[in-house]
């Protein structure tokens, strides 16, 4: 295949080679387990990435031999392979993969795949983070996942503005689990962290709408809805705090 490249101010046309596809390779290995990710690399066409396969091994057994791609998808076209590691994320002494994978595009979306070998033929679980991702972090001696709830963005201003509270995520039982309650102290830092952005884009007399959304969730998932509300009814339009609140009670932070 060869691209055809144009002079805006004068036609004349020459051929340029496009770049021969690659193979990618990524690889995890938790003692016995080792992981492999394979796909094809397509540097000037679209998509650039197909043929996403991974092939799991126990030993010498072969557990997982597929290609990747999403849940009710007919094929990975147009995934992006991200990071692969193992990881105990449901604390039952035996490792889990955990596959990043990005759908492209300017806002979404980062997906986590994860296969869970406690079962036979192993699991495979998927979570779609929108657009925050997830990365693991050890809370508490465990491993979660941080995140953020992408639900927030655009929903009252443009996605630059646009806050997005904190979400964290534990796995057990085949599923992925919301216990960011569970964690007050990340919530409330959290919580400071908009209000200071808000502080700061008020000065400037920007949009704080996103910011003042993200602040007052946070602290309604610490149980002070009441208290955030009557903040909100002094610094923010009535009609955007009714909004607001019945996007929150929808949403299950009133609870």
Not at 70 to 83: A, Y
Not at 225 to 247: C, N, S
Request: with cysteine; proline share 4%.
């Amino acid at each position: 295949m060869r691209l055809l490249v144009c002079g805006v101010l004068a036609a004349v046309c020459f051929a340029v080679p496009a770049a021969a596809a690659g193979i990618g390779h990524s690889s995890a290995t938790a003692g016995a387990w080792h992981a492999d990710l394979t796909w094809a690399e397509h540097p000037n066409s679209f998509p650039r990435y197909t043929k996403l396969h991974l092939t799991v091994r126990d030993g010498g057994r072969v557990v997982v031999d597929r290609p990747v791609r999403l849940r009710g998808q007919l094929n990975g076209i147009g995934l992006q392979p991200g990071g692969l590691a193992f990881r105990d994320l449901d604390g039952d002494g035996s490792d889990d993969l955990l596959l990043d994978l990005f759908t492209g595009g300017a806002h979404c979306c980062f997906v986590e795949q994860l296969i869970d070998f406690s079962t036979t033929p192993p699991r495979t679980v998927e979570k779609d983070f929108g657009d925050p991702g997830a990365r693991v972090a050890r809370l508490g001696g465990r491993l979660v996942l941080l995140s953020a709830d992408d639900t927030f963005a655009y929903r009252f201003t443009a996605y630059v503005a646009s806050g997005l509270p904190i979400q964290i995520w534990t796995y057990h039982g085949g599923r992925f689990h919301d216990v960011t309650r569970a964690y007050p102290a990340r919530i409330a830092r959290d919580a400071r962290s908009w209000w200071s952005a808000y502080v700061q884009e008020r000065r400037r007399h920007g949009d704080v709408r996103g910011l003042l959304a993200a602040w007052a969730a946070d602290r309604a998932l610490l149980g002070q809805a009441a208290v955030a509300r009557t903040t909100l009814a002094r610094i923010a339009p009535a009609a955007y705090v009714r909004e607001l609140w019945r996007f929150l009670a929808n949403r299950g932070y009133l609870r």
